[in-house]
T-cell receptor, first 115, second 116 residues
């Protein structure tokens, strides 16, 4: 079946602009996660959705970052007033449930470059 | 706090030789451990997991990992390396904290280079 998809695959933006990154999880997966992969910080958790609610936003680095999920499916990560330190690969993952024994399936990522 | 460490930034091995990528963890209680592989410009692919039961876990592409509770390790192994195994490997532990969100906590990654 179809895996996790993300769009765009690459995004180049100017400092100060807003960007939206999209994630389509595997159908039926209730848990959705956003991670960020950068050279200096490795792979770090950003936010977790269970259905449409986000009980854990502890990884969002600043209030410029926000995310939503609608219909228990598609999720959008928004970064306002982008900064150069936001440059990274943003990965989305989904899991059948939040149960810890379920593996997460990752999308190909969105590479964000802030000039 | 839960954490995972991969002590080697890079592992080099000749094709046909056995390979080991090391991982140690620090968690309270029983860990749920995972290995993922990332090929260039791709997302992470699940290789295998340890939840409970046998300490030797078999996964995709001929990889296996051994859970060692006394040494708090979960090393990834393969008996005979292929050039196509060259990639970035991540060890991770699933969060079992009070929030119980199931988020993954990753090691810093190890680049595996298999030379022909």
């Amino acid at each position: 079946g179809a895996g996790v998809s993300q769009s765009p695959s690459n995004k180049v933006t100017e400092k100060g602009k807003d960007v939206e990154l999209r994630c389509d999880p595997i159908s039926g997966h209730t848990a959705l996660y956003w991670y960020r992969q950068s050279l200096g910080q490795g792979l770090e958790f950003l936010i977790y959705f269970q259905g449409n609610s986000a009980p854990d936003k502890s990884g969002l680095p600043s209030d410029r970052f926000s995310a939503e999920r609608t219909g228990g499916s598609v999720s959008t990560l928004t970064i306002q007033r982008t900064q150069q330190e936001d440059s990274a690969v943003y990965l989305c993952a989904s899991s059948e449930t939040r149960d810890s024994y379920n593996e997460q399936f990752f999308g190909p990522g969105t590479r964000l470059t802030v000039l | 706090a839960q954490s995972v460490a991969q002590p080697e930034d890079q592992v080099n091995v000749a094709e046909g030789n056995p390979l080991t990528v090391k991982c140690t963890y620090s968690v309270s209680g029983n860990p749920y451990l995972f290995w993922y592989v990332q090929y260039p410009n791709r997302g992470l692919q699940f290789l295998l997991k340890y939840i409970t039961g046998d300490n030797l876990v078999k996964g995709s592409y001929g990889f296996e990992a051994e859970f060692n509770k006394s040494q708090t390790s979960f090393h990834l192994k393969k008996p005979s390396a292929l050039v196509s195994d060259s990639a970035l490997y991540f060890c991770a532990v699933r969060d079992k904290g009070s929030s119980n969100t199931g988020k993954l906590i990753f090691g810093q990654g190890t680049t595996l280079q298999v030379k022909p």
